[in-house]
C-alpha cells in the first residue's frame, strides 16, 4: 500500500503484527522489517518477479551512509563522502572550517553593495554550489537551512556578497562533514528540556518553533522556521 506521506514508500501489515517497508528510488530499493523471515520473504518474491541484485544490509543510499549500532539500536545518517566530492568539485578542499554556517551579523540583500571585478560569481558556478546545498539540507543538515534559504532567494543574479556566503557554508561543512542525524529509541529523558507529562505513545513528536519578524530587507517579509523530532532525531525541518 502506497504510503499517505511519500508516494515513494509502500507499506504493508499483517495480521500477525509484523511490518514491511519498502522505499523506492527509480531502480534502487530499500527492505526494512520487523522480522528477518519477512525480509527474507520478501527478497525471494521480489527476484521471482524482478531482476534483482541483493546488496546486502543498507550501507548506502542517494549519497547518504547508513550507520547502525546494534547495541544501542540506533542509526545514523550522514553525507561526510558527498560533501567531499562537493569541496572538490567547487575548488574548496582546501578551505579553511568555521563554526557557524552563516554571520550572526549578516544583514544581506539583494542589492548588497559590492565592486565588480575578476572575482564576480559565475551564474552557473552559484546555482550548482546551492543545488549540492540544498540537497545537503533536504537529506541530513538541517543546520544549513537557513543559509540555503537566503542564498536561494538570489539565484538569478547573485553578487560577491552572495558567493562568499555560499562558500562560507561549505567552509562549516568541511569541518562538520562527519555530523548526520542519528535516530535512537525514545524515553522522556531523551530531551534537553525534560517533559511535564510522561510519555503516552511510542512515536512521540516533539516541535521547536521559532520566528523572527519582519526580518527580510527587501520586502520585510517575516522568517518562519521548524523542526520536529522523532526518535531524538528531526525528520521534518523548515
Known amino acids: 500500500t502506497v504510503s499517505d506521506s511519500d508516494p515513494c514508500l509502500y507499506v504493508q501489515l499483517y495480521p500477525d ?18 522480522t528477518v523471515t519477512l525480509l527474507s520473504q520478501l527478497k ?14 543498507l550501507s548506502w543510499f542517494l549519497g547518504m551512509k547508513v550507520t547502525r549500532n546494534r547495541a544501542a539500536y540506533s542509526i545514523t545518517l550522514s553525507q561526510s563522502a558527498f560533501i567531499e566530492r562537493c569541496l572538490a568539485s567547487l575548488g574548496l578542499s582546501d578551505c ?22 575578476p ?8 546555482r550548482v554550489a546551492v543545488g549540492f546545498l540544498l540537497y545537503l539540507v533536504c537529506c541530513t543538515r538541517p543546520d544549513c537551512a537557513f543559509l540555503c ?7 538569478s543574479s547573485p553578487t560577491q556578497y552572495h558567493w562568499a556566503m555560499v562558500k562560507r557554508g561549505f567552509r562549516f ?10 535516530y535512537s529509541p525514545t524515553t522522556s529523558s531523551s530531551y534537553v528540556h525534560p517533559l511535564p507529562y510522561p510519555l503516552k505513545s511510542s512515536l512521540p513528536a ?16 517575516s522568517t ?11 525528520v521534518v525541518w523548515y
Open 206 to 221: 516533539i516541535v521547536y518553533v521559532d520566528a523572527a519578524w519582519a526580518d527580510d530587507l527587501d520586502n520585510r517579509r
Open 17 to 34: 503484527g509484523s511490518r514491511a517497508y519498502i522505499a523506492v528510488f527509480v531502480d534502487d530499493l530499500v527492505f526494512a522489517t520487523s
Open 44 to 57: 525471494i518474491a521480489f527476484s521471482e518477479v524482478y531482476k534483482m541484485k541483493d546488496l546486502g544490509e
Open 173 to 182: 561543512l568541511r569541518g562538520t562533514s562527519s555530523l548526520g542525524i542519528t
Open 149 to 155: 534559504s537566503v542564498v536561494c532567494r538570489y539565484m
Open 119 to 126: 572575482d564576480d560569481p559565475d551564474i552557473s558556478l552559484y
Open 96 to 117: 579553511n572550517p568555521v563554526t557557524l554556517p552563516i554571520d550572526p551579523n549578516c544583514r544581506v540583500t539583494a542589492t548588497t553593495p559590492v565592486h565588480s571585478g
Open 224 to 234: 518562519l522556521g521548524y523542526v520536529v523530532l522523532v526518535h531524538n532525531g528531526p
